[in-house]
């Protein structure tokens, strides 16, 4: 079993920066971020995979950067030029496989909120 916990959310005004990360007590094939705003479906905002190919939302791709420390086991998230609709609640997940089974991991969020 692998624990992720985030941290780094909180309020911004408009065009803004927020810096999220998240923390894994295991290692895990690939990382991501995804967030909820309200009233709507979760969405895949950022991926990174161990080996470092990135993927992002089309809505976020020039403004977030995702990165990761292998040895560190910890993702960030780098929110840049932050616009309302980017609140909501952001959770890091994770893939590991343990023992030939690939499991999945999600965090408990934080919580993003971008309003002047």
């Known amino acids: 079993q692998v624990q992720l916990v985030e941290s780094g959310g909180g309020l911004v005004q408009p065009g803004g920066s927020l810096r999220l990360s998240c923390s894994a007590s295991?290692?895990?094939?690939?990382m991501d971020w995804y967030r909820q705003a309200p009233g709507k479906q979760r969405e895949l905002v950022a991926m990174i995979t161990r080996g470092g190919s990135i993927n992002y939302a089309n809505s976020v791709n020039g403004r977030f950067t995702i990165s990761r420390d292998n040895g560190k086991d910890t993702m960030h998230l780098q929110m840049n030029a932050l616009k309302p609709e980017d609140t909501g609640i952001y959770y890091c997940h994770g893939w590991g496989l343990i023992l030939g089974k690939l499991n999945d991991y999600w965090g408990q969020g934080t919580q993003v909120t971008v309003s002047s």
């Open positions: 295991g290692s895990l094939l690939s």
